[in-house]
């Protein structure tokens, strides 16, 4: 039997030693750890307990924005009364995540480091090729079911599609990652998968997430996350899209959009090009259908998952209209 | 002796206790707070945990099995391999068919699908076995495999003769209608899903063995498990009085069951094995797929001329499933004309199984598709073409129905769903960017008939009890069984206590085919009459009794007390009888087999299914009917479906217990939802696995997809069908839903998709 050992680290220090050594994993909610540990994915030597650790669960918005530690539940979140107010695109992108069940269990720092969904790596007695899990083995999702693969963000090592909904809502509004004092940008700390898709994140060893920043903009006080599948409920998204708009005075001219995917890139996938293209312009219709095309420009399909391409920009179409609606 | 209990027989002198009564499930209460204890849940003393090792390529030979590192971890007791597993004797198929004289190994060395059993893991711990279990390397020579229906090496598949169907000279009618249309249908592999995995807890004691197993038919299992270890069937007894749901995969011992008794006796301990949930996709058959075309040629007025229809299903290398493709295109519609032919071909997975209405499920997707698409093709309203063709008796077994309530379903069905407001044209009702559909579909159902025999007791309380070996998988066999006995005998359903789930109790066939509540309600109406006439007897005759000076002929049982018809003598509990008496129970078999059955009669008819009764014997033909009316709402941009609104009315003859047939009936219409639009097991085409095998990705309806669903009872009762007059429930609400969606998908986007199931993607 795997032997592991598993400590209830008392302070964040002593967590992140622990987490630093060889073998060592951070457990949270545990939804995705114990998951992949039953795969026979995740073989930790050692895990550390995060969860009994005092203040990371706390959720503060101020004038310049929204401080949410990695330790508060997805489901707190989401039904926070100010995050609703100030980031309603973060609280539909979470309560329309996972189930009820998980979201009551599941952490924000976890909820950002969930692994893909990708069939293939959750199997390693079949498929011993994933380059994710092994780096060098191969992809043996490429030529097999893609259905859910991504269609941006893609190399030829590996086609994953990162499944969050969060941090889609949070890469759309500059959202920063607290590493202890270290900060990253969202859009930073998702790596690309080139040529090591084993490496996830800008985030090294013995470091670990202790909140999420968002600051606070008229865009993401006016914003939607949503989340086209075809389950109404407790899916991934087959396409999905974080926007938030700001209008000029005259309630019409778009002076700020931001504009994420989720369910079909590799990482969160901010749209600078749909923003740009409409930035500036009058919100009508038939102009944000155009630039929304955009969204998937150097898209590429696997076989079963060319219908993200055309249901991405459709998503995002729809969602930025919808913002446009509600002025 | 007559007995008058005074009673009609329905809800309206019983309330919720009698039978027709709105009774809650009587298990429920154990089942909410936990105590009811399922199979698995069992704890025994030295109790030993096996894992199972599947194989990872879809065809070809186990060229050697490395046990050692598993043999030397920690905690395991024994590694089972083809060549180490103790050797069993082939049992026979569920027809009873007398097995061929030769072994049986549940671990395979010739291996037809990805996914079978090579060896297993037995441990002092559950996650030793399982750390064992994945140091096992087994490797293979692998031969190129067929992955499915659509796998260019399948080929055209084997004839099915008794498929066959004929009447007229469907072709030649076909070729001179004026009006034709020809179109393939398609359904996935399905899977049944049920909350609780397949698993037992296996015991032997000396040549005894007992096993802990979700059962949907305890007595064929038993017959299993004896045939398979050389023991009297009386040695084995099946133990299973919750099941966390069947749909059809339960009715039968399986390969790992053999693995799990085999480990049990070689180790002399019970043994545990539990698939997983990924093995519950591979190490037993879902709903095989399938594959029909069906021509329809009929008149400008679409009164139909011919119908040809041909099928395929999968079936595994060595394995023989048919689906029955042709059931309801044979029966549904008047035709003078018509031609069904089945083929069934291999393919390298496991044999498939039945899943709910197997058969009839995907036949009616093909009917009511194509009979949709010819109303389409001559403009004539969906509903209006369904009634042009009605058929007045069984067009195939030229009988006459023994019930057939669908013209009051289509009525019933439509007037409560609005249907005349429903424009004709696809696309002509939205909502936004909604674009709706409104679709109609009829289902059917065969009423299998077989016996069933149980045991009535009253007991020196006044309190009833009833044995007997047939199982409730969240159907209702407690409830409508205490309602039975209730009402037969004349006391509150409080008052009765109801035992199912042992095979140490009177025997049941089958809980499959919707046959189980019409042959037990039979059975313990039987019982328990014999049962009161006993007790009304005691009290008449027996000197002791304070009835005996009345000289009454008869007496009235009712709500747990005796008195006399008249009022005039005296007024007695059950117990004040039976204790003036002298007696401290009265106990009473009945069965509803033919009289002069003899022991060998009544074994095959409890462990085989040769003696269920053909829905067309004798003058009838026996069929539940429905009529499916579903919106639906697409989104034209997204192509996502979602069923907005269900009206659903159903002919089972007389129900039992409405609440629990509506249930019934919704949970069918639930799993024909998943089915339609979610449902769908996705295989690696190669290497021929099944990869969305859980149920994060094997996708079924969530409470957010079940919109309210309205169920109509338009049954009358049957008594041609079974004792009390009631038709089959279970299986018939999901029969008809995904033709009645794709209906409705059409009517709302102009799109036909004729492949389960519709995603986004077929409609994007
Ligand atoms: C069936 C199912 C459906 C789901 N559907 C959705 C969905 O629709 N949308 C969606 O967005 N998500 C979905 N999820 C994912 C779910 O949201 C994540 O599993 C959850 O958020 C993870 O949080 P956790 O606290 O349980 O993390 P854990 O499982 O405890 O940890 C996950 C990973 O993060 C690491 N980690 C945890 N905390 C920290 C930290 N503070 N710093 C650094 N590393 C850390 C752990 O070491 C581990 O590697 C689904 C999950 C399941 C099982
Ligand atoms: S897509 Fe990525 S995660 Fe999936 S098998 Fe390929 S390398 Fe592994």
Known sequence: MRDFSYLRAGSLDAARQAAALPGAMLLAGGTTLIDLAKCGVAEPDSLVDITHLKGLDKIAVSASGATIGALAKMGHVADHADIKRHFPAVSEALWQAASAQIRNMATIGGNLMQRTRCPYFRDPANFPACNKREPGSGCSAIGGVTRGHAVLGTSEACIAMYPGDLATALVAFDAIVHLGERRVSVDDFFLLPGATPDREHAIDPGEMITAIEIPNSAAARRSTYLKIRDRQSYEFAAASAAVGIEFEADGRTIRDLRVALGGVATKPWRARAVEQALKGKVLEPDAVRAASLLAVEGAVDNGANHYKIELAPRVVAR????????A | MTVHNMRHGDASDGGADAVGGRLSRVDGPAKITGSAKYAVEQQLEGLAYAVLVESTIASGKVRSIDTAEAEAAPGVLKVLTPDTIISLRTASDWFGTPPPDKPYCPLARDITFSGQHVAAVVAETFEQAVAAAALVKVSYDETPSIVDLSDAKAGDGIPIDAMTKKWGDAQAAFASAPVRICAAYNTPREYQAPMEPHGLIAQWEGDKLTVWEPSQWLDGMARTYAEWFGVPFENVRLVSPYIGGGFGSKALALSHGAVAASAAKMLGRPVRLVMTRPQTFTGYGGRAATRQTVTIGADRQGKIQSIVHRGINETSMDGM????????TSIMYATPNFSSKQNVVRVNSVVPGAMRAPGENPSAFGIESAIDELAYEVGIDPLEIRLRNYAEQDPHARKAWSTRQLREAFAAGSERFGWERRTPQPRSMRDG???????????????????GEAIVRILADGSVEVESSSIDMGQGTYTILAQTAAETVGVPADNVVV?????????????????????????????????????????ISDPRSPFHALQANTLVVANGRISSPRGDGPDLSIAELLGSVGRDHIEATGDTMPANSTAQDRYKNYTTIAMALPHTEGDYSRHSWCAHFIEVRVDEDFGTVRVSRVVSALDSGRLYNPKLAESQWKGGIIMGIGQALLEEGIVDRRHGRIVNNNLADYLVPTNADIPDIEVISVGIPDLHSSVLGGKGVGELAIVGVAPAIANAVFHATGKRVRDLPITLEKLI
């Open chain 2, 499 to 539: 035992k199912l789930g042992d095979s140490r109790f009177p025997r049941a066939g089958v809980a499959g085919g919707s046959r189980l509540a019409g042959v037990m309600t039979g059975a313990v109406y039987k019982a328990a009459t014999s049962a009161l006439d006993q007790l009304v007897g005691l009290a």
């Open chain 1, 319 to 326: 969602a930025i209209l919808k913002m446009g609606e509600t």
């Open chain 2, 433 to 451: 960017n909604q674009l709706i559909g409104w679709g109609v579909a009829a289902g059917t159902y065969p009423v299998r008939r077989a016996y």
């Open chain 2, 321 to 328: 499933w048919v689906e029955p493709l042709g059931s309801v």
